[in-house]
């Protein structure tokens, strides 16, 4: 069975500056889609930014990026010039290709940005 | 475009009662599932439905149990309710495909409470 893990419960961030939540997970899998969803206070998950496994280069998406290690199955988000919004907890996620394609979530990072 | 809707917002219960909760899928999505997120945890899969039958099931219990109609609706019953059945349940729902990036939606979710 596929884990995830978020080994930073809570991080905070000046604003403008940026941040780098870390993700790993532990899949026998070769291939693989990985995910980053935040969830504000509302409580929707809204999708940040998405991998896929095959693919060498890293995903970006306006101010966030990733850094995907495929061999070190590490997926780690970087947000740069961050913003007051971008408050919220954060969740990485793996999903398999294969039959019902469902999620499996880390605990998550809270993030907090600092005026 | 309506996304994914969930009702109630919020609930409370009893220990011992059941609990239904309802999740309409974003329109033209055929597959639904559904997560349980405890407080400051990450969500965890429970099951999802696709033609109306279960097609893949999280590690929960029997108690927890579901139905998808077929206007791909979908009802998530919970019996003899304990206190760690409070939570926030998510709903999330996608395209059935066999391969491929078929990307889930999620709800705004139900705080069930239970007493």
């Known amino acids: 069975a596929q884990t995830v893990t978020q080994s930073q419960p809570e991080m905070s961030v000046q604003e403008a500056e940026t941040v780098t939540l870390s993700c790993t997970y532990d899949t026998s899998e070769s291939d693989y889609y990985l995910f980053w969803y935040k969830q504000p206070p509302s409580r929707q998950m809204i999708l940040v930014i998405r991998?896929?496994?095959?693919?060498?280069q890293n995903a970006t998406e306006n101010r966030f990026s990733v850094n995907f290690q495929k061999a070190a199955k590490s997926f780690s988000l970087k947000i740069s010039d961050s913003q007051l919004g971008d408050a919220a907890m954060y969740f990485c996620?793996?999903?398999?290709?294969?039959?019902?394609?469902?999620?499996?979530f880390g605990p998550g990072t809270r993030l907090s940005v600092l005026p | 475009d309506a996304g994914v809707t969930q009702s109630p917002t919020h609930l409370i219960k009893t220990r011992g009662q059941q609990v239904t909760l309802r999740c309409s899928p974003k329109s033209g999505h055929d597959t639904v599932s559904w997560y349980q997120q405890a407080l400051g945890q990450g969500p965890q899969f429970i099951f999802q439905y696709y033609e109306e039958e279960e097609r893949q099931r999280g590690n929960f219990p029997d108690r927890f149990s579901g139905h998808q109609f077929p206007n791909y609706s979908s009802e998530l019953n919970v019996n003899a309710l304990l206190l760690g059945d409070s939570a926030l349940y998510l709903c999330a729902s996608s395209l059935a495909m066999t391969s491929g990036n078929n990307e889930q939606f999620f709800g705004p979710g139900t705080r069930l409470t239970v007493l």
């Open positions: 996620a793996y999903r398999t290709l294969n039959y019902g394609q469902n999620f499996v």
């Open positions: 991998q896929e496994a095959y693919k060498q």
